[in-house]
């Protein structure tokens, strides 16, 4: 089956002040290229990365890689925007959606999802997620959802379509890196505390 990986990265980041969190150092790279470079190097047939027209310095770190541009003309929207432009005109047997503030998913966790597709053949959602079974990200979503997709609105995301199929739904134990996002200069701070 082939997969496309989604990296949403279409946010106005407005919980971060005047920084932008997708371009906050990650080891020496910006946030964004990074979790791009995690999805290149992942068992996904093709990434594709949504991002906002007003934010150029994002698509510039993005520079040489071999991702598919997405503009979300309607990120003040709210997510399902962003997430029905990653997903429109697509025909490949599955999507992985990453978040892109999400700096601790590795590309073994993202090839765990997707390996888990193919284990669990009648699931029509799979999940990352934490010790204790707490569901995530990231989210493999099946074809047959994608029009289902194109219908949702506001800043739900794909909500929606987990609580609907959640009886279809495999959970993928990855640990905590499925739930820890960054969003306020706090948590950046302790993140980065945790690290050294």
Avoid: F
């Avoid at 946030?31 to 949504?50: I, N, Q, T």
């Avoid at 707490?134 to 029009?147: D, M, W």
Wanted: aromatic content about 2%; proline content about 6%.
């Amino acid at each position: 089956m082939r997969i496309t990986a989604i990296l949403l990265a279409g946010g106005a980041s407005s919980r971060m002040g005047t920084r932008d969190k997708l371009l906050e150092d990650v080891g020496g790279t910006p946030l964004l290229r990074e979790r791009a470079l995690a999805c290149l190097a992942s068992c996904a047939d093709r990434v594709r990365v949504v991002l906002p027209p007003d934010r150029p310095e994002r698509a510039k770190v993005l520079t040489g890689l071999d991702v598919d541009i997405i503009y979300n003309d309607g990120a003040d929207v709210g997510m399902s925007n962003s997430l029905r432009c990653g997903v429109s005109g697509l025909e490949t047997g599955a999507v992985l959606i990453v978040l892109a503030d999400l700096p601790d998913l590795t590309t073994p966790d993202l090839d765990k999802v997707m390996r888990a597709a193919d284990a669990h053949p009648l699931a029509t959602i799979l999940r990352g997620a934490d010790a204790t079974g707490k569901p995530g990200h990231p989210v493999l979503l099946r074809q047959k959802l994608y029009a289902d997709v194109m219908t949702l609105s506001g800043d739900t995301g794909a909500q929606p379509l987990l609580r609907q199929y959640k009886v279809e739904t495999v959970l993928v134990p990855i640990g905590a890196a499925a739930l820890r996002d960054l969003d306020t200069p706090e948590d950046w701070a302790a993140w980065r505390a945790d690290r050294s």
